[in-house]
């Protein structure tokens, strides 16, 4: 896990339990919306992109929860380390 302390932007994956359509992408700080709908799972979505700050991040994850949707992971990555999967 790489420390941040929120000089510049960074890039998250973030990961939420249910279905998020690509239509609430520029309420989520432009980020880019996957559904990962596998047989036999629940659905899945992932959220990838910059967010500059920590406020723009508590941004997000606020309206995640506002939404009821179960945030399962929230993680930083590296700009070439994104495959969508």
């Given amino acids: ?10 890039k998250y994956r973030i990961v939420v339990k249910g279905e998020l359509g690509p239509e ?22 992932m959220l990838v992109g910059r967010i500059r700050d920590q406020a723009e991040l508590n941004g997000v994850l606020e309206s995640l929860y506002s939404l009821h949707l179960t945030i399962l992971q929230v993680e930083q990555i590296e700009d070439d380390s994104y495959e969508p999967r």
């Fill in 24 to 45: 609430w992408s520029d309420r989520l700080a432009g980020l880019v919306i996957t559904a990962d709908e596998r047989a036999g799972q629940s659905p899945k979505t």
């Fill in 1 to 10: 896990m790489r420390d941040s302390d929120f000089g510049g932007s960074t």
